[in-house]
């Protein structure tokens, strides 16, 4: 192997000292940052990831809400939640786990949240706040990136970075943060013609597809760094990302492991954010 792993687990460890300090320090001054959770619905996946930001938020000593709800619950009804979230004092974050039943619209679900409060970073007012350069809320995957980037002390000045995946919880954010970081940054999709012509040419490699083996070892330039966002199972059933991590840890310079690299750091940046939004406070 040639590529060093950075390693999510240990980074997210650091960063959730951090804010558990942090959250220390805003307690003494008598606000206890709050984070709501709703969902809607029996997704299993789900059902995993509000069970981890809850008990994330415990770990780093935040207050947290959970509401689970059940799937006929009608929009109407997850409108009125989300408003009497955003005027409960109490509450710095508020979070509606996607997907949504399909007869509930989830982009006005999302409009509904208080910009003040959206630390998932979805709302049209934290993407346009990123597109533009000014402060507002980073979505937490492609933030958790860039903080795996600073870990490493990676200067993306003048470097080539390719995303592959256009979706707007990861790709669209994660070119926007790269390019405010000065990299020159090319978006890859299904429609990409030659996907391993623009893979060899970058510095570092971003796949956010949620297909596996969408990056092979012959699509790397050697020494590129190497950033897995996907979350797929393989034939086994284990969980494997986009990113073929035999092959090309063998070619790449650094590279995110799948279980333990970009996964965990998400809901770490999620403690942020809701830290961040309670410090504002
Ligand atoms: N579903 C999958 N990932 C996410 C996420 O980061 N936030 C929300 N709200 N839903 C999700």
Same mark, same amino acid.
């Given at each position: @192997?040639?590529?060093?792993?950075? !390693? $999510? ?16 320090? %805003? ?45 006929? @619950?009608?929009?109407?009804?997850? %409108? $009125?939640?989300?408003?009497? %979230?955003?005027? !409960?004092?109490? +509450? ?17 679900? +999302? ?8 630390? !998932? ?9 990123? @597109?533009?350069? %000014? ?19 990676? !200067? ?17 954010? &994660?070119? *926007? ?17 030659? *996907?391993?012509? &623009? ?19 012959? &699509? ?16 086994? $059933? ?14 790449? $310079?650094? +590279? ?8 965990? @750091?998400?809901?770490? &940046? ?12």
């Amino acid at each position: @192997m040639t590529a060093q792993l950075i !390693d $999510g687990n240990a980074l997210s460890r650091q960063l959730r000292a951090n804010v558990a300090a942090r959250v220390t320090a %805003l307690k003494a001054k008598g606000i206890t940052p709050g984070l709501a959770v709703i969902l809607v619905g029996d997704n299993p996946a789900s059902h995993v990831y509000v069970r981890n930001k809850v008990k994330a938020c415990e770990d780093t000593g935040m207050h947290s809400v959970l509401e689970s709800w059940p799937a006929s @619950m009608t929009e109407a009804e997850l %409108l $009125g939640r989300v408003n009497t %979230l955003n005027q !409960d004092a109490s +509450i710095h974050g508020v979070l509606v786990q996607l997907p949504l039943p399909a007869h509930i619209d989830a982009q006005k679900v +999302i409009e509904a949240i208080d910009p003040a409060k959206d630390v !998932d970073g979805f709302h049209i007012a934290s993407a346009g706040a990123l @597109m533009t350069g %000014l402060p507002g809320f980073w979505p937490c995957t492609p933030y958790g990136c860039m903080k795996m980037l600073e870990s490493i002390g990676y !200067d993306l000045k003048g470097k080539h970075a390719v995303v592959i995946g256009r979706s707007n919880i990861v790709g669209k954010p &994660m070119a *926007l943060m790269l390019l405010q970081n000065n990299a020159t940054v090319t978006i890859c999709h299904s429609g990409t013609k030659d *996907l391993k012509a &623009m893979t060899l040419q970058a510095d570092l490699v971003v796949a956010a597809v949620g297909k596996r083996n969408v990056l092979t070892a012959d &699509m790397v330039k050697p020494g590129a760094v190497v950033i897995d966002v996907g979350m797929n199972r393989n034939d086994e $059933g284990k969980l494997c990302g986009d990113v073929d991590f035999a092959g090309v840890k063998e070619v790449a $310079g650094y +590279i995110t492991p799948v279980p333990g690299g970009v996964g965990p @750091m998400t809901i770490t &940046m999620l403690m942020v954010n809701t830290l961040e939004s309670a410090e504002k406070t």
